[in-house]
C-alpha cells in the first residue's frame, strides 16, 4: 500500500467514524470524486466494509442497507448496480463502493428513515464567488464580472482585483488628507466573496451578508459595519482600534484577532464566535476569550458560551456545511442563502434534528437527497421547494 493510499484509508476511518475536520473531508471528497481513482476507493471502501463485519455484523448490515438507499437516490450509479447484479459473487461489495462514494458527496447522518417520493423539475447549482461593490458616489461594480487588474480608485488609493478574484485596496501617496470615502461589498443569495480592507484585515462573506468600511482608514479608530455573515482577520495595529458595528446592535471591539459574526436579520439572534486574540462588547465589561461565544438577541440579556465548536461555526469559511443538533428551518435557511432558493412549508414543520458534515458545492438535489432520507417530504418548482409536514 502506497503512502498516498494509506493517508485516504485513515481519511477514510475517521470520515465513516465522523472525526475528520473540514479540511480532511474536503481532501477525501477530491480524491473519491476523481474517476482516476475509482480502483483505489473501491479497494479502501471494501476493505472498510469487511473490517465492520468482521467487528460487528449488526452495524455492517445497517451500513448496507443505508448506501443502498443512497445508491437508490443516484440514478447513474444505480444503473451501473443493476448491470452488477448478473455477478452476485461482487456485487455487495461494489454496491458498497459505489454508494459509500455516493454518500461522501452528500452527508453522514444518525437517523435513516425510508424515502418519501418527491417532486422534483430541475436542480440547481452551488453558490460562487458573487458580489457587488459600491463606490463612495454610488455607482457600482459587479466583482464576479470585472476583470483582474485595478477596478477603480477613491481619491489615493487604487482598488485591485486579484488574480484568484480577490479585492484589496492600494493607498499611492497621502491618502490620509483624502475625503471620507465609503465603499461597501454586498454578496447577493448564492454568493460569496473575500476581501482585503484597507489595513490590511481580511474579509470572508457569506451568501446575503455586507461589509461597510472607508477605502483608506484615517481615523483613530478603524470603523465598519457588517450584516449577515463575515468573518475577519483583523490586522494587529494597538494604536488604531478596530471597532465593528453590527446591524445597529451591540459594537465589538476588537484587539487583533480572527471571529466570525453571524447577525442574518431573518434569525433573531447575533452570535459572534472568538477563534483566536480578544474582543470586547462595546458599552459593556464582556471580554470574549478564544473558543466562546457571545448570543445576542432583542429580547433576551447577552449571554457567553464557552467551549463552542469553532470548526462547526466557520465550515462555511472551508466550503463545508457542518450541522451539529440543528433544526431542520436552520437547515433550510442555509439552503436558502446559499442556492438562492424559497422554502416553504405546509402543515406542521418537521421535527427533525440534523447532524454531519457535507461540501457546500454540491448542488441542490444532493443535499435534498440526504433531507429526503431523513424524512423531509418536499416538492420543488423552479426555484421554490415547499417541505410538507410528517
Do not use: C
Not at 17 to 24: G, V
Not at 208 to 232: C, H, M, N, Q, W
Not at 311 to 320: P, Q, R, T
Not at 344 to 356: C, Q, S, T
Amino acid at each position: 500500500m502506497t503512502n498516498e493510499t494509506e493517508h485516504i484509508r485513515q481519511l477514510l476511518q475517521l470520515y465513516v467514524t465522523n472525526q475528520a475536520t473540514d479540511e480532511q473531508v474536503r481532501e477525501l471528497f477530491l480524491f473519491l470524486q476523481d474517476p482516476a481513482n475509482d480502483a483505489v476507493s473501491h479497494e479502501l471502501v471494501s476493505r472498510q466494509m469487511s473490517e465492520e463485519a468482521g467487528a460487528d455484523k449488526r452495524f455492517s448490515e445497517s451500513h448496507k442497507r443505508v448506501w443502498e438507499n443512497m445508491l437508490e437516490a443516484n440514478e447513474p450509479l444505480s444503473k451501473q448496480w443493476q448491470k452488477q447484479k448478473r455477478r452476485p459473487v461482487v456485487m455487495m461489495r461494489w454496491v458498497a463502493a459505489a454508494a459509500l462514494i455516493t454518500a461522501i458527496t452528500t452527508f453522514v447522518f444518525v437517523n435513516r428513515q425510508p424515502v418519501p417520493k418527491v417532486e422534483t423539475v430541475m436542480d440547481i447549482p452551488a453558490g460562487d464567488n458573487k458580489a457587488v461593490l459600491t463606490l463612495s458616489d454610488g455607482s457600482t461594480i459587479t466583482l464576479d464580472s470585472a476583470a483582474s487588474g485595478t477596478i477603480a480608485r477613491q481619491g489615493n488609493v487604487n482598488i485591485i482585483k486579484s488574480a484568484n478574484g480577490e479585492v484589496r485596496y492600494d493607498s499611492k501617496g497621502d491618502a490620509a488628507n483624502d475625503e471620507v470615502m465609503m465603499n461597501k461589498i454586498t454578496t447577493p443569495m448564492g454568493g460569496q466573496y473575500q476581501v482585503t480592507l484597507p489595513d490590511g484585515t481580511k474579509a470572508w462573506l457569506n451568501a446575503a451578508s455586507s461589509i461597510t468600511y472607508p477605502a483608506f482608514f484615517a481615523d483613530r479608530d478603524r470603523k465598519v459595519a457588517v450584516t449577515g455573515e463575515v468573518y475577519l482577520e483583523v490586522a494587529k495595529d494597538m494604536s488604531h482600534p478596530f471597532i465593528v458595528d453590527v446591524a445597529g446592535r451591540s459594537g465589538i471591539e476588537v484587539l487583533g484577532t480572527s471571529f466570525d459574526i453571524n447577525a442574518y436579520g431573518d434569525e433573531g439572534k447575533i452570535k459572534t464566535t472568538l477563534i483566536d486574540g480578544r474582543i470586547r462588547m462595546t458599552g459593556s465589561t464582556v471580554i470574549l476569550k478564544p473558543g466562546q461565544q457571545v448570543v445576542e438577541s432583542a429580547d433576551e440579556p447577552l449571554s457567553i458560551l464557552t467551549d463552542v465548536n469553532i470548526e462547526k461555526e466557520i465550515a462555511w469559511k472551508n466550503g463545508i456545511f457542518y450541522f451539529e443538533d440543528a433544526s431542520l428551518p436552520l437547515v433550510m435557511k442555509q439552503l436558502e442563502r446559499w442556492y438562492n432558493i424559497e422554502v416553504l412549508y405546509k402543515g406542521p414543520v418537521p421535527e427533525l434534528r440534523i447532524n454531519g458534515k457535507m461540501d457546500r458545492n454540491l448542488t441542490l438535489q444532493g443535499v435534498m437527497d440526504f433531507l429526503t432520507k431523513m424524512g423531509v417530504h418536499y416538492t420543488m418548482k423552479s426555484r421554490t421547494i415547499q417541505v410538507t409536514g410528517n
